[in-house]
C-alpha cells in the first residue's frame, strides 16, 4: 500500500497518476492528493492541446511556481481571501466531508473461518469542491466548463482503475459570482466558479484479532515407552 504522505502532487502523464494512486485506500487525504495532482496535469501546458486552449490563454499550471500561471492547491493550506492565488483553482471535500454508511446486507461484517478477522464495509460518499477563481467571470467560467469537461472525460479510466468506485459524476457547476476583500483601503475583486464532483465508494475496514491465532508452534517427538510382557 502506497504511504499516503508520499502520494505525489505532481505526476507528468495520466498513466503516471494511475500508476501512482491505483494501490492507494479511499481516504479523506488521499482523495484530496489525487485530485489535487489530476487537476494539475490536466491545466498543465502538456494537455493544453484542446479547444480551450486558446480560450484560457496562458492559464496553465506548471511545477515550477516562477512558470506558473495557475494556482491549484488543497483549500486547507490556502487562505480563501489571498488574492495571490487569483487565478487558481482550490480543491477540497466541503465542509461535510465524507459520510460512512453500512449497508444493512452487511452489517455484520464478514468474518475469517477462525474468527480471528473480521471485516467492515461502509458506503462512503464525498462532494469534491474544486473553486475556480480568475479576476475575470467569462475565464472563471470557461476554467470550470474545461473541468467539468475533463472530469467526465476520465469517468471511465477511473471506473477501470478504482476497484472501489461505485458511482462518479459531476454533480452541478456554479453561476460565477463575485467576491471581494478590502485591505489597506483597497478593494480587491475577482469571480468564483464552482464545481461538485459526487463520488461514492466501497470504504473496507479490516480487524485482526491475533490472540485468537495460533502464533507459535513446536513439533517435539512423544517418547516411546515397550513395556515387556
Request: aromatic share 10%; glycine share 4%; charged share 25%.
Amino acid at each position: 500500500m502506497a504511504n499516503r504522505v508520499d502520494l505525489p502532487l505532481n505526476c507528468p502523464s495520466l498513466d503516471d497518476w494511475v500508476r501512482c494512486y491505483a494501490g492507494a485506500p479511499p481516504t479523506l487525504n488521499t482523495l484530496r492528493r489525487a485530485f489535487t495532482a489530476l487537476v494539475r496535469w490536466a491545466f498543465s501546458s502538456r494537455t493544453r492541446e484542446d479547444g480551450f486552449a486558446e480560450e484560457l490563454g496562458c492559464l496553465a499550471w506548471d511545477e515550477d511556481p516562477t512558470k506558473s500561471q495557475l494556482q491549484i492547491q488543497a483549500a486547507s493550506v490556502m487562505d480563501p481571501g489571498d488574492t495571490e492565488q487569483v487565478p487558481g483553482i482550490l480543491i477540497s471535500c466541503g465542509k461535510e466531508g465524507v459520510s460512512y454508511e453500512r449497508p444493512a446486507i452487511s452489517s455484520k461484517g464478514t468474518e475469517s473461518p477462525d474468527t480471528a478477522a473480521h471485516y467492515r464495509n461502509y458506503t462512503s460518499n464525498v462532494k469534491l469542491q474544486f473553486v475556480c477563481k480568475d479576476f475575470d467571470a467569462d475565464v472563471a467560467c470557461i476554467m470550470s466548463d474545461y473541468l467539468v469537461l475533463f472530469l467526465a472525460a476520465i469517468e471511465q479510466r477511473l471506473r477501470e482503475t478504482f476497484g472501489w468506485l461505485l458511482d462518479y459524476k459531476p454533480l452541478n457547476q456554479t453561476e460565477p459570482t463575485m467576491t471581494q476583500k478590502t485591505q489597506s483601503d483597497t478593494t480587491t475583486r475577482w469571480y468564483e466558479s464552482t464545481v461538485v464532483l459526487d463520488l461514492t465508494y466501497v470504504y473496507s475496514v479490516f480487524v485482526a484479532r491475533e490472540s485468537k491465532r495460533l502464533k507459535d508452534f513446536t513439533v517435539e517427538p512423544v517418547p516411546q515407552v515397550r513395556i515387556n510382557s
